[in-house]
């Protein structure tokens, strides 16, 4: 890391923190308010990202309108500053304060999971209130371990961490960690995986999402087919009254062997669940990524991600 980074990286914490204590001490309705208000000064300040995210939106609904995507674009800024608002509210809230927020629909099928004593693989993606729903399900159910990537901002990281572990849940840091997944499972605990990352991995497998092809992980294809862990997509959509409705769809049919064409069409499974749910709630999706890139210009071939299942 060099001086210049160091220091923006110190100076983004401490803004952080600030916003943070803030919200803290605000009204759920003034934080929620605030937050839109944080996600419309993004929209207008970062470009590129207005800019991806009214492309994306463009070629993904190509019957809409321009004025159309760019009024989602400018909603889905403001949904992920209500995000981020709310989930440093949400941290500091008791236990039982968390499950007053939340309501659960499919609670029946994540209790049958845990009874197969296989384990459960979670899918989402960067959708909704994903963060929180890690949160409250670890209260609701039990905890889970969730893979995710390390923030290049090594202070914010820290800072998101204890968010993330603040209830029970474990992170695992995607490369080299299949076998604690493996351990996982074989305990029937739970692993969340999210889905719509790109993959620069010869691990990856081309997918349709919105009827483009995106390099997606096939972790969750072999690690299904190699335990025999039920997968189920969880989403977490907002209420009006200002709760969260966590939805735990059903189980996604397993891969029937671990053959590439097996592997894909599971993949593709998954996703698309992952695109019915953006489709009816595009707002709440993160079109400012770089979901969508060239697949031969972009890939770099890499150590597996693969461990021998031992």
Same mark, same amino acid.
């Given at each position: 890391?060099?001086?210049?980074?160091?220091?923006?990286?110190?100076?983004?914490?401490?803004?952080?923190?600030?916003?943070?204590?803030?919200?803290?001490?605000?009204?759920?309705?003034?934080?929620?308010?605030?937050?839109?208000?944080?996600?419309?000064?993004?929209?207008?300040?970062?470009?590129?990202?207005?800019?991806?995210?009214?492309?994306?939106?463009?070629?993904?609904?190509?019957?809409?309108?321009?004025?159309?995507?760019?009024?989602?674009?400018?909603?889905?800024?403001?949904?992920?500053?209500?995000?981020?608002?709310d989930l440093l509210k949400f941290r500091m809230l008791s236990p039982n304060a968390m499950l007053d927020l939340i309501e659960v629909s499919g609670a029946e099928r994540v209790e049958k999971a845990q009874a197969s004593g296989k384990?459960?693989?979670?899918?989402?993606?960067?959708?909704?209130?994903?963060?929180?729903?890690?949160?409250?399900?670890?209260?609701?159910?039990?905890?889970?371990?969730?893979?995710?990537?390390?923030?290049?901002?090594?202070?914010?990281?820290?800072?998101?961490?204890?968010?993330? #572990?603040?209830?029970?849940?474990?992170?695992?840091?995607?490369?080299?960690?299949?076998?604690?997944?493996?351990?996982?499972?074989?305990?029937?605990?739970?692993?969340?995986?999210?889905?719509?990352?790109?993959?620069?991995?010869? $691990?990856?497998?081309?997918?349709?999402?919105?009827?483009?092809?995106?390099?997606?992980?096939?972790?969750?294809?072999?690690?299904?087919?190699?335990?025999?862990?039920?997968?189920?997509?969880?989403?977490?959509?907002?209420?009006?009254?200002?709760?969260?409705?966590?939805?735990?769809?059903?189980? #996604?049919?397993?891969?029937?062997?671990?053959?590439?064409?097996?592997?894909?069409?599971?993949?593709?499974r998954c996703t698309n669940v992952l695109e019915t749910y953006v489709r009816r709630h595009p707002s709440l999706w993160l079109w400012m990524h770089r979901r969508w890139r060239d697949e031969e210009s972009e890939f770099k071939e890499? $150590?597996?991600?693969?461990?021998?299942?031992?």
């Amino acid at each position: 890391m060099d001086g210049h980074s160091a220091i923006r990286y110190r100076c983004e914490y401490v803004a952080l923190v600030v916003i943070a204590m803030i919200v803290g001490v605000l009204p759920w309705s003034f934080t929620r308010w605030a937050g839109r208000a944080l996600g419309q000064a993004f929209y207008l300040l970062f470009h590129s990202r207005r800019r991806l995210a009214i492309e994306n939106l463009q070629t993904a609904f190509p019957n809409r309108s321009s004025a159309e995507c760019r009024a989602l674009a400018r909603s889905t800024f403001h949904h992920f500053g209500r995000f981020a608002a709310d989930l440093l509210k949400f941290r500091m809230l008791s236990p039982n304060a968390m499950l007053d927020l939340i309501e659960v629909s499919g609670a029946e099928r994540v209790e049958k999971a845990q009874a197969s004593g296989k384990g459960i693989l979670f899918i989402t993606g960067h959708f909704g209130f994903w963060e929180i729903q890690a949160l409250a399900h670890a209260l609701k159910f039990e905890p889970m371990s969730v893979m995710a990537r390390a923030l290049d901002n090594p202070h914010a990281h820290k800072f998101l961490e204890r968010i993330r #572990v603040s209830t029970g849940n474990v992170v695992i840091y995607r490369r080299g960690t299949l076998r604690r997944v493996f351990k996982t499972l074989r305990q029937n605990g739970a692993v969340g995986i999210p889905i719509d990352q790109h993959v620069q991995s010869r $691990d990856a497998v081309y997918v349709k999402f919105f009827n483009r092809t995106v390099a997606t992980t096939a972790a969750l294809a072999v690690l299904a087919a190699r335990t025999g862990a039920p997968v189920i997509p969880l989403f977490a959509l907002p209420l009006n009254d200002g709760r969260y409705r966590l939805v735990y769809e059903p189980v #996604v049919p397993p891969p029937e062997n671990e053959t590439p064409e097996a592997l894909l069409a599971f993949t593709q499974r998954c996703t698309n669940v992952l695109e019915t749910y953006v489709r009816r709630h595009p707002s709440l999706w993160l079109w400012m990524h770089r979901r969508w890139r060239d697949e031969e210009s972009e890939f770099k071939e890499t $150590d597996g991600v693969f461990p021998t299942a031992q």
